[in-house]
């Protein structure tokens, strides 16, 4: 009862200026790790696949998004609000490297788990979506139903491979490059869609036309099936070239 009434107590709209310091200092961290996501995520999206700087960008990537994720969720939670976005991001990177770690480096216990966060999460927003529509809700806290019903479908489809690829005990060559490149692009749209839209109330109001917003946004959108195409089959290599 001492714990419900705390977080009761809490539930209230953190800032940088307002709220428990604890919270105050977890979001900071938060932003500044948003910040870092965003920057690196950019550079590792554009770097050479492969490359020490695609390499090194996208750990950090990996790292930042994690730590803005978990933050985000606590911070939710005491606030009263939805902290599933805070572990949806964090999984689509997490699942994203696990999958090209190398066969001895992978972690089973943290694929399954992902798998089942993604599968509730998936769910949930799904039936979320169906209610709002049956109910004649169109949007909530600013989301439109067929929002909820998309991520929804993306997340359980993505908790569906994730059983096919632990079963299966993995995935090699161009299919494993893609479901890395998909889920990392995939995240990275979710924070940029979290600062520039979610956030566009805070910009200068000459900043605040849509179609500048959008273009961040749109980036790692459309290079998720730009790099599926680059990672395409090339057909067979001339003989000549394969006995030399």
Request: glycine share 10%.
């Amino acid at each position: 009862m001492i714990l419900v009434g705390t977080l009761l107590v809490l539930a209230a709209r953190v800032t940088l200026d307002a709220g428990p310091a604890p919270l105050r200092t977890m979001l900071l961290v938060h932003v500044l790790a948003g910040a870092v996501a965003l920057a690196t995520g950019y550079v590792a999206l554009y770097a050479a696949k492969g490359s020490a700087l695609h390499r090194k960008s996208g750990i950090w990537f990996v790292r930042a998004i994690v730590t803005m994720g978990l933050f985000a969720v606590v911070i939710n939670v005491f606030e009263g609000e939805d902290w599933g976005e805070g572990l949806l991001i964090a999984y689509f990177v997490v699942s994203a490297l696990e999958t090209v770690r190398p066969a001895a480096e992978r972690r089973r216990w943290l694929e399954v788990g992902g798998m089942l966060v993604a599968a509730f999460l998936g769910v949930a927003s799904l039936l979320r979506g169906v209610e709002m529509i049956l109910g004649g809700e169109l949007v909530r806290e600013g989301v439109p139903a067929p929002m909820f019903l998309f991520m929804g479908t993306v997340v359980v489809l993505a908790a569906a491979s994730d059983v096919r690829v632990i079963h299966g005990g993995g995935l090699h060559g161009r299919p494993r490059l893609v479901r890395h490149l998909w889920r990392m692009c995939f995240a990275l749209l979710i924070a940029a869609g979290s600062f520039f839209v979610g956030q566009a109330h805070t910009f200068p109001e000459a900043l605040r036309h849509p179609a500048l917003i959008a273009v961040p946004v749109l980036v790692p959108l459309l290079a998720m099936p730009y790099w599926v195409w680059r990672l395409r089959p090339r057909g067979l290599r001339p003989r000549a070239q394969e006995e030399g």
